[in-house]
C-alpha cells in the first residue's frame, strides 16, 4: 500500500509488517515546509491506527542530505497571536502523535538544525558512512534552543552544547556520532535503507503489545522522577504483558508451521 502525498511517501510491507516513511525534497535537501509537517503528522496518524504495522522506518530521498530542517526559503507561516505559535516538531513527532510504534531512523549524507527533531525521536538511529551532523542555528545568528533538548536525552550535556554552540564550524561525522552515542551503528550507503528495513522487520516480528508499551514505558519515564517511572512501568507490564504473551504464543505456532527458524542474530 502506499499514501498520496507530495512531500514524503508512506509505504507499507505487509509481509514484514514495516511502514516506510520517506521525506521526498531531495531537490529541497528534504528541508521541511509546512506541507512536509501536516503530512508527517497524518502518516504518523495513518500508521499508529494500521493494525498491520508494527514498526517504521524513517528515511530520506536522494544523495545529499537526510535533511536540512527547515526550509527557510518557504514561509512556514505562523498563527498572529505570539503565544499560539507553533514548534513544528510537535507535527514531526511520533511521540508527541502519540505513535508509539518503534521508529528505524536511516541517516545518510548532510543532517542540520532541525533534522534533529527526527533524529531525537526516533528509537533506532543508524547511518551511512557519509553522514554528518551539526547544527547551523548560531551561525545563522539565531537561538538554538528546541532541537538541543532532545539531542541531550541522547548524548549528553556537554556533546549538545558543543554542537549548538560551534555552529557551522564543526561537523559531527558518522564514526563520531557512533562513539558518542547519536548512533548506534554505520554501515555503506549502499547498504542503509536495507539494514534498516531489516532492523524494523526483526522489532515488528515480535509481539506489538511488547514493543510499543516498551517504547511507551521507556520514552514517558524521561519526564518523571525515577520512583514515579518505575511505579508506572510496573502498570504497563500488568496491562501489557498477558496480551503480549499470547501475541507470542500466536507467533510462534505460525512460525512453527511456516517452518521459519527464531534463532537469534549475533550483532
Given amino acids: 500500500m502506499s499514501a498520496d502525498y507530495s512531500t514524503i511517501t508512506l509505504d507499507i510491507d505487509a509481509d514484514d509488517r514495516v511502514a516506510t516513511l520517506t521525506l521526498n525534497r531531495p531537490e ?3 528541508a521541511f515546509n509546512r506541507t512536509m509537517c501536516e503530512e508527517v503528522r ?3 496518524r495513518r500508521i499508529r491506527l494500521d493494525d498491520s504495522v508494527n514498526a517504521v522506518v524513517l528515511r530520506a530521498a536522494g544523495t545529499r542530505a537526510f535533511s536540512a530542517g527547515l526550509d527557510i526559503k518557504s514561509a512556514y507561516g505562523q498563527p498572529d497571536g505570539i503565544w499560539h505559535h507553533e514548534d513544528p516538531g510537535e507535527l514531526l513527532s ?12 536511516a541517516v545518510n549524507g548532510l543532517c ?3 533534522a534533529f527533531y527526527f533524529v531525537n525521536e526516533s528509537d533506532v538511529v543508524i547511518c551511512s558512512d557519509d553522514a554528518t551532523f551539526f547544527d547551523s542555528h548560531v551561525s545563522a545568528g539565531l537561538v538554538c534552543a528546541l532541537e538541543p533538548i532532545g539531542l541531550m536525552r541522547r548524548v549528553g550535556l556537554g556533546e549538545t552544547l558543543r554542537i549548538a554552540l560551534m ?6 561525522c558518522a564514526e563520531t556520532a557512533l562513539r558518542i552515542g547519536l548512533v548506534t551503528e554505520i554501515v555503506t550507503r549502499e547498504q542503509l535503507w536495507e539494514r534498516a528495513h531489516a532492523i524494523a522487520a ?3 516480528a515480535k509481539p506489538p503489545t511488547a514493543t510499543q508499551g516498551t517504547v511507551k514505558a521507556i520514552w514517558e519515564s524521561l519526564d ?6 518505575l511505579d508506572q512501568g510496573l502498570i504497563y507490564t500488568r496491562l501489557g504483558n498477558p496480551i503480549a504473551k499470547a501475541e507470542l504464543a500466536a507467533a510462534a505456532g505460525d512460525a512453527q508451521r511456516r517452518g521459519i527458524s527464531t534463532e537469534p542474530r549475533i550483532r
Avoid: F
Wanted: hydrophobic share 40%; with cysteine; proline share 8%.
Fill in 202 to 204: 526483526g522489532i515488528a
Fill in 167 to 172: 555552529g557551522n564550524d564543526e561537523r559531527v
Fill in 224 to 229: 518523571k522522577p525515577y520512583r514515579a517511572a
Fill in 42 to 44: 497524518d502518516a504518523w
Fill in 112 to 114: 542540520t538544525a532541525g
Fill in 28 to 30: 529541497r535537501l528534504n
Fill in 94 to 105: 511520533p511521540k508527541w502523535q502519540k505513535m508509539w510504534k518503534p521508529v528505524v531512523c
